[in-house]
């Protein structure tokens, strides 16, 4: 694999999280709570595994330039702004989250979880769609 593949892995791990966080929110409204805090475990470690891959991508390429114009721009520029916010935000949230859930401070737990989920969904999706539009659908020539 090389460095320009990147991209493409962090797609498909932002696609993966995104399941992953959905099943895993299934799972909790059945009341199923091993599978889904073994969902949730996966997700965290399938997004780590994204963010190591992104640093390291872009330590080697620097930033992309996004080539779209016109309004696809705006639109380009709004997602990715937001998704980058959220994910700073989601960050910690995730640690807490997942820390409260695992010493089982259910009560604590379930009241940022509800603000976690979804965030942390937005930003994977918006990761996606961050990607098809700068590699995909408006790439550099």
């Known amino acids: 694999m090389s460095v320009q593949d990147m991209p493409t892995l962090d797609a498909i791990l932002n696609s993966i999280c995104t399941v992953l966080l959905i099943v895993g929110w299934v799972l909790i409204r059945q009341k199923k709570r091993d599978a889904h805090r073994a969902f949730m475990i996966s997700a965290f470690v399938v997004s780590l595994a994204f963010l190591a891959c992104y640093l390291y991508?872009?330590?080697?390429?620097?930033?992309?330039?996004?080539?779209?114009?016109?309004?696809?721009?705006?639109?380009?520029?709004?997602?990715?702004?937001?998704?980058?916010?959220?994910?700073?935000?989601?960050?910690?949230?995730?640690?807490?989250?997942?820390?409260?859930?695992?010493?089982?401070?259910?009560?604590?737990?379930?009241?940022?979880?509800?603000?976690?989920?979804?965030?942390?969904?937005?930003?994977?999706?918006?990761?996606?769609?961050?990607?098809?539009?700068?590699?995909?659908?408006?790439p550099a020539a």
């Open 57 to 138: 991508y872009h330590f080697q390429v620097g930033s992309v330039k996004f080539t779209g114009q016109g309004l696809v721009r705006t639109v380009y520029f709004t997602i990715l702004i937001s998704h980058t916010i959220l994910a700073m935000v989601v960050a910690p949230m995730v640690l807490i989250t997942l820390s409260r859930g695992l010493s089982k401070k259910f009560d604590k737990h379930k009241m940022i979880a509800r603000w976690t989920l979804p965030i942390w969904l937005y930003v994977s999706v918006t990761g996606v769609l961050v990607y098809l539009m700068l590699y995909q659908w408006f």
